[in-house]
């Protein structure tokens, strides 16, 4: 079955740095999206990328979805607090939609 | 957010229990899901409901069972649940396909004593 899987687990970020998180299909996806978690909260939707190649930004986020569909990756310039928290991607094929087990985020003042 | 609502937020229950878990959105979707969110694990995908059938159930225990009435209403049945069920159980919801973005409930966090 499509399995999702997402690097690294944990992320601690100096305030200021920036980090990327990696995501990889086994199988090709017919359009991937990021998810974020907040502490205590529920997953709310950021963005979905569905052209190969495709780049999108989102202030101090940017999304990438990879030329064969079958990975992305998130990165996130100076890193704020307010950035804490999980994110997952979620890779979409026909109608399921699989999600890898999310990067923790926490910031460092 | 109001789109999706969860109830309870919070359930202790013992194993010999029978209680239901309620999920409503007000966004016109036509897809509901279950979710089950443990700690250090990915989310797991427990059932989806399409134009109110069922069309996926990821080898869940019978001890849960769904219900989804309409559109805008799905239930989760619990049944003499086991400690390891304990976990943050989400309810989303989306237009017809599960490949379009899902919006998530707060989730009714589960312990099963």
């Known amino acids: 079955g499509q399995q999702v899987m997402q690097i690294p687990q944990y992320q601690h970020v100096q305030e200021g740095e920036d980090f990327t998180t990696y995501c990889n299909s086994s199988t090709t996806l017919s359009n991937i999206q990021w998810y974020k978690q907040r502490p205590g909260g529920h997953p709310v939707f950021l963005i979905q990328?569905?052209?190969?190649?495709e780049v999108k930004k989102q202030k101090r986020l940017t999304f990438q979805f990879g030329e064969a569909k079958k990975n992305s990756s998130l990165h996130i310039t100076a890193t704020q607090t307010t950035d804490v928290g999980t994110y997952f991607c979620?890779?979409?094929?026909?109608?399921?939609?699989?999600f890898g087990a999310g990067t923790t985020v926490t910031v460092r003042a | 957010e109001t789109g999706v609502t969860q109830t309870p937020r919070h359930l202790v229950m013992g194993m010999t229990n029978k209680k239901s878990l309620k999920c409503e959105q007000h966004?016109?979707?036509?897809?509901m899901y279950w979710y089950k969110q443990s700690a250090k694990k990915p989310l797991e995908l427990m059932f989806v409901?399409?134009?109110?059938?069922?069309?996926e159930n990821n080898s869940v225990p019978s001890r849960f069972s769904p219900e989804c009435p309409n559109s805008s209403h799905l239930f989760l049945h619990l049944h003499t649940l086991q400690p390891e069920d304990s976990a943050l159980y989400l309810c989303a919801s989306s237009q017809v396909s599960s490949a379009n973005e899902q919006f998530f409930g707060p989730g009714t966090r589960l312990t099963v004593l």
């Open positions: 966004l016109g979707h036509n897809a």
């Open positions: 979620a890779g979409a094929n026909d109608y399921k939609l699989s």
């Open positions: 990328l569905v052209k190969s190649g």
């Open positions: 409901y399409s134009l109110e059938e069922r069309v």
